[in-house]
């Protein structure tokens, strides 16, 4: 990620001292939770995506910045939400902030968030860029509900995963990069290449991010690996490997996935029969599928360091191991 920051090594200093300073409430509580989280590490992935794209596009006003702030706060909302309805305990290899302040916190947090981005794209004034961020945290929302109520659901196909995952993960990734197409007035179908870019490494990003819960380790990870599992989200490398097994090995995962209490033996027994049925190569090959689509998207636009940036964030995708 080094070279790709390197081109926009600046604005991210200036999103940086955006998020700091637009973090201060007049509730300290609400100052210390939301700096807890979004100043405690992340990689800043999605503003990353929306500076390179509003650099691509030409764009030479200011806007870019706070925009930035926003795509950052509403995806840091979420995770203050996530980590309350799984209980998680650790977030960006830090005591998650529910754990140390408590649910309500947490909750009025990301409510926060939400607002205060609201506020800040208001203040901004573009309808386009309103509309456009209304429509991806909508999405947001539904996709939570899916997830919700898909829970511990082992009849979930591979459809409707991409589904859930288009909207909880990918449609914020794609708003960011639409963004920055919006703000350089870019024509209709550079916007729209730029989107399916965008939906495509979200997925993609995704992808990845329900193999490393299967493979990954707490220490590059941030958070506590297993837990899709021991929160009942039934993913792809599940999935394919339900579509696979025999009977009895159904029966196994399905007790362990019902489990109130989730042991370390049948954890092993549900990564033993998902690593059989090829479910983590079946995953990753999707997502690999998904980063060469939002490859594709970026062939007609003119070349130069932003796009090659671009594409470079797209491998990235796949590459991480955190």
Known sequence: MEAIVALIKDDLEQVEAECKHRLVSRVPLITTVA????????????????????????YQGKDHIPLAVIIEFIHAATLLHDDVIDQAEVRRGSASAN????????????????????????????????QTLAVATTAMAEGEAMELVRTADLAVTEEENLELIVNKTAMLISCAVRIGAILGNEREEVEAALADYGLNVGIAFQLVDDCLDYVGHKELLGKAPRSDLREGRVTLPLIHALRHCTSEERKRIQQVVLSKEFATDGWGKVLTIVNAHGGID?????????????????????????????????????????
């Open 282 to 322: 079946y995953t990753l090959t999707r997502a690999q599928q998904h980063v060469e689509k939002a490859r594709r998207s970026l062939v007609n636009l003119p070349a130069c360091p932003e796009r090659e940036a671009l594409m470079k964030a797209a491998d990235y995708v796949i590459e991480r191991r955190s």
């Open 35 to 58: 700096e807890h989280l979004v100043l405690g590490g992340g990689k800043r992935f999605r503003p990353i995506l929306l500076l390179l794209s509003a650099k691509l596009c030409d």
């Open 99 to 130: 754990t140390l302040w408590g649910n309500e916190a947490s909750v009025l947090v990301g409510d926060f968030l939400y607002t205060r981005s609201l506020d800040m794209a208001v203040q901004i004034g573009d309808l386009r860029i309103l």
